[in-house]
Protein backbone atom coordinates (compact mmCIF):
# COMPACT_ATOMS: atom_id res chain seq x y z
CA UNK A 1 0.00 0.00 0.00
CA UNK A 2 1.34 3.21 -1.17
CA UNK A 3 2.02 6.08 1.65
CA UNK A 4 -1.17 8.09 0.64
CA UNK A 5 -3.44 5.55 0.67
CA UNK A 6 -1.85 4.13 4.16
CA UNK A 7 -2.62 8.08 5.39
CA UNK A 8 -5.71 8.14 4.15
CA UNK A 9 -7.27 4.67 5.40
CA UNK A 10 -5.93 5.53 8.81
CA UNK A 11 -7.28 9.31 9.38
CA UNK A 12 -11.05 7.85 8.14
CA UNK A 13 -10.91 5.27 10.12
CA UNK A 14 -10.30 7.12 13.43
CA UNK A 15 -14.48 7.99 12.80
CA UNK A 16 -15.72 5.49 10.19
CA UNK A 17 -15.31 7.51 7.43
CA UNK A 18 -15.09 6.70 3.81
CA UNK A 19 -13.07 8.37 0.77
CA UNK A 20 -12.97 9.35 -2.57
CA UNK A 21 -9.89 9.87 -4.86
CA UNK A 22 -10.54 13.47 -6.73
CA UNK A 23 -9.08 13.62 -10.47
CA UNK A 24 -5.05 14.68 -10.96
CA UNK A 25 -5.59 18.58 -11.42
CA UNK A 26 -8.30 18.70 -7.89
CA UNK A 27 -7.21 18.39 -4.70
CA UNK A 28 -6.67 14.62 -2.59
CA UNK A 29 -9.57 13.47 -1.72
CA UNK A 30 -13.23 14.02 -0.53
CA UNK A 31 -14.11 12.87 3.25
CA UNK A 32 -17.33 11.32 4.65
CA UNK A 33 -18.56 9.85 7.33
CA UNK A 34 -20.06 7.17 8.84
CA UNK A 35 -23.67 8.29 7.35
CA UNK A 36 -21.76 9.10 4.04
CA UNK A 37 -22.35 12.84 4.66
CA UNK A 38 -19.30 15.07 3.08
CA UNK A 39 -17.21 16.43 6.06
CA UNK A 40 -13.97 17.73 4.43
CA UNK A 41 -11.71 17.81 1.67
CA UNK A 42 -8.16 16.58 2.38
CA UNK A 43 -4.53 17.14 0.88
CA UNK A 44 -2.21 14.35 1.51
CA UNK A 45 1.89 15.29 1.84
CA UNK A 46 4.34 12.45 2.03
CA UNK A 47 7.50 12.87 4.08
CA UNK A 48 9.58 10.34 4.44
CA UNK A 49 10.47 10.81 7.69
CA UNK A 50 9.58 9.58 11.75
CA UNK A 51 6.98 12.20 13.02
CA UNK A 52 9.40 13.36 15.20
CA UNK A 53 11.83 14.33 12.49
CA UNK A 54 9.22 15.88 9.94
CA UNK A 55 8.99 19.36 10.87
CA UNK A 56 8.68 21.95 8.95
CA UNK A 57 6.20 20.51 7.99
CA UNK A 58 5.68 21.60 3.94
CA UNK A 59 3.11 21.68 1.56
CA UNK A 60 2.93 23.54 -1.72
CA UNK A 61 1.10 26.68 -1.53
CA UNK A 62 -0.93 26.28 -4.48
CA UNK A 63 -2.34 23.08 -3.19
CA UNK A 64 -2.91 24.80 0.17
CA UNK A 65 -5.25 27.84 -1.52
CA UNK A 66 -7.13 25.23 -4.13
CA UNK A 67 -7.99 23.25 -0.59
CA UNK A 68 -9.18 26.32 0.86
CA UNK A 69 -11.30 27.31 -2.07
CA UNK A 70 -13.31 24.20 -1.22
CA UNK A 71 -13.93 25.89 1.92
CA UNK A 72 -15.68 22.55 3.77
CA UNK A 73 -12.84 21.73 6.29
CA UNK A 74 -9.80 21.92 4.34
CA UNK A 75 -7.58 19.19 6.45
CA UNK A 76 -4.14 18.24 5.74
CA UNK A 77 -2.35 15.15 6.42
CA UNK A 78 1.40 14.57 6.30
CA UNK A 79 2.31 10.57 6.22
CA UNK A 80 5.41 10.30 7.82
CA UNK A 81 7.26 6.62 8.32
CA UNK A 82 5.51 5.78 11.55
CA UNK A 83 2.34 7.50 11.57
CA UNK A 84 0.36 10.80 9.86
CA UNK A 85 -0.04 14.30 11.67
CA UNK A 86 -3.02 16.09 10.41
CA UNK A 87 -4.82 19.58 11.06
CA UNK A 88 -7.54 22.03 9.55
CA UNK A 89 -5.88 24.39 7.31
CA UNK A 90 -7.87 27.36 9.36
CA UNK A 91 -6.03 26.33 12.63
CA UNK A 92 -2.85 26.30 11.53
CA UNK A 93 0.27 28.96 10.75
CA UNK A 94 3.14 28.53 8.27
CA UNK A 95 5.58 30.50 6.97
CA UNK A 96 6.20 30.85 2.98
CA UNK A 97 9.02 30.64 1.16
CA UNK A 98 9.91 30.50 -2.83
CA UNK A 99 11.99 27.04 -3.90
CA UNK A 100 12.77 25.65 -7.21
CA UNK A 101 10.08 27.81 -8.82
CA UNK A 102 7.08 27.01 -6.42
CA UNK A 103 5.58 28.72 -3.42
CA UNK A 104 5.46 26.42 -0.38
CA UNK A 105 4.26 26.82 3.17
CA UNK A 106 5.96 25.62 5.95
CA UNK A 107 4.32 24.55 9.10
CA UNK A 108 5.95 24.53 12.64
CA UNK A 109 5.11 21.93 15.37
CA UNK A 110 2.44 23.36 17.27
CA UNK A 111 -0.51 21.76 19.66
CA UNK A 112 -2.84 22.13 16.67
CA UNK A 113 -2.01 19.14 14.99
CA UNK A 114 -3.24 15.79 15.77
CA UNK A 115 -1.58 11.98 15.29
CA UNK A 116 -2.10 8.92 14.30
CA UNK A 117 0.61 6.13 14.73
CA UNK A 118 0.71 2.95 12.49
Not at 12 to 32: A, E, H, Q
Not at 89 to 103: F, I
Amino acid sequence: MNAEKKAIEAFVSRFKGTYKKLGPSDIDYRVYDEGGELIAYVEVGVIKKKMVDAYPLPMMARKVVKLCDKRLNPTIIWSCLDGIIYGKVYDLSGATSLGDGEVMMYYKNSKQFKYIRF
